[in-house]
């Protein structure tokens, strides 16, 4: 299919929920660990090479056309917060409706009978970029991408941070991202052979611990 | 016993060391050791127990891993039987003069009605070393687990090695935990940044499964803003840390142990 079909799903006006979430950041900004555009730089920084990579992983291995139940397990044992698994399937119930109301497709309809509460996001995300007709160098930089937009955005919010200063950033981390997105389809690749172990399952403790802090506040801005 | 790592590839190259242990019950309520094979610095001994189980310290017999060293400690723990193991100090990773990174691995194996308790001390991760380490564990469905992994980045005053970890554990095959912590010096980037340590030069994970929390988990808790008690998705509980010190890493697990239900 089109290389513009990465654009319509990478947009952060696909309607698939992202921007309710912040990855992170609102708990890390009520820490005091992000405070400016700085802090924000490595907290994404942090979380690409670790969630990011992650999600990546999963998403390529999805557009590969690896189980979908099996990398959705693969993708609970990485997930130790329950916080970030509920979030993670919300999100993924929230795109599965998206994506196949816009790329119709038997394994996305598949994939709904399986999970009826939702399955992992970046599952969904592999399986629909297969549908769009991508591959999984597309899937893994929507992850990669999703990882570190998320926070910023949301931290312009939190933070009443210019806008320019997170989308430098965001920029700045490109190279970064890209690596990562090598690292991940190589690992998803080599999934494929030898077994889900191959996927990365980079952790951020302060992330995970962060999403059950942010948890159990009565009033937040943001759903993670 | 202990040979260089590539025997033949001259001086310089790394200590190749497997030490095994053997829980088997006897038979009546106890736990003998059929096979308590320490290797090199990898060494083994039995010590006094306080219930019914068996108990081992792995006594560091030289210092930790060097650069190009590979060490392995497997453990197995039979039906029924039950096993404590501990260590008499904390490892430390120093630099090596071989080239390349050490590695550590931890092969563990529970049966049915079996138990395991691994706390080993603090591992160290001295500047300049260059580890990776990994435990994977495989318990069946009724087997029983406490774990601890505690981490201390650089001595007093010193910046860390590189360290990279990775638990893996399997519960009647199935992943219940898959996690890796990379930091030090050629880390990816932002390890010591907001999502990842900030700053902080301990942490650590204890992590237990019992047959009960499949239906009975957990409830999600913290202790603090440094440490988080969770159900994982599979019979077991976990404890996250991240602390500015050994000491009070070890306080903060402590403690998220005795808050879990008792059996």
């Known amino acids: ?224 | 016993m202990s040979v260089p790592a590539g025997a033949g590839a001259g001086a310089g190259a790394g200590v190749r060391s497997v030490a095994r242990i053997v829980a088997r019950a006897d038979g009546r309520g106890g736990t003998s050791l059929p096979v308590l094979e320490s290797d090199g610095p990898l060494a083994l001994r039995r010590t006094r127990s306080a219930g019914t189980g068996a108990r081992v310290m792995l006594v560091g017999a030289m210092s930790g891993p060097l650069g190009g060293d590979h060490f392995t400690v497997e453990g197995r723990v039979e039906e029924e039987a039950r096993l404590s193991v501990g260590s008499a100090a904390a490892t430390i990773a120093l630099p090596g003069q071989a080239k390349g990174e050490a590695r550590y691995d931890v092969r563990l194996d529970v049966a049915d009605g079996g138990e395991l308790h691994w706390l080993p001390e603090q591992l160290i991760s001295a500047q300049g070393s260059d580890l990776r380490v990994s435990t994977r564990v495989e318990l069946a469905t009724t087997a029983r687990l406490v774990l601890r992994e505690e981490q201390v980045l650089g001595r007093v005053g010193e910046e860390p090695g590189r360290l990279t970890s990775r638990l893996t554990v399997r519960v009647a095959g199935q992943a219940v935990l898959d996690q890796e912590l990379a930091c030090g010096p050629g880390a990816p980037g932002g390890w010591d940044g907001p999502a990842v340590l900030a700053g902080h030069r301990a942490v650590g994970q204890l992590l237990v499964v019992r047959p009960e929390f499949a239906a009975t988990p957990v409830a999600a808790g913290l202790l603090g803003e440094g440490a988080s008690v969770v159900p994982l998705a599979g019979p077991a509980a976990l404890v996250t840390a991240v602390a500015p010190d050994a000491l009070r890493l070890r306080r903060l697990l402590d403690e998220a142990l005795a808050s879990l239900p008792r059996t």
């Open chain 1, 1 to 224: 299919m089109s290389r513009a079909a990465l654009l319509v799903l990478a947009d952060g006006r696909f309607p698939a929920g992202g921007h309710a979430h912040s990855g992170g950041a609102e708990a890390a900004v009520r820490a005091g660990r992000i405070s400016g555009a700085a802090s924000l730089e490595d907290f994404c920084r942090g979380r690409l090479h670790t969630a990011g990579l992650v999600a990546a992983g999963l998403s390529a291995a999805a557009a590969l056309g690896i189980d979908p139940v099996a990398l959705d397990r693969a993708a609970d044992a990485r997930t130790p917060s329950p916080a970030l698994r509920v979030a993670a399937r919300k999100l993924g119930r929230q795109l599965l409706r998206a994506a196949r109301a816009t790329w119709p497709s038997a394994e996305l309809d598949a994939l709904g009978r399986e999970f009826p509460k939702g399955a992992h996001q970046p599952v969904v995300l592999g399986l629909a970029a297969r549908a769009a007709g991508l591959g999984p160098v597309d899937a893994a930089y929507c992850a990669a991408y999703e990882s570190v937009s998320g926070p910023a955005s949301a931290t312009v919010r939190l933070l009443s941070l210019d806008p320019f200063d997170a989308t430098g950033a965001l920029a700045r981390l490109a190279p970064e991202a890209d690596r990562v997105v090598d690292r991940a389809v190589e690992a998803a690749r080599r999934a494929a052979d030898e077994g889900l172990d191959a996927l990365p399952a980079g952790s951020a403790p302060l992330l995970e611990i962060g999403a059950e802090v942010h948890a159990a506040w009565p009033v937040r801005l943001f759903a993670s």
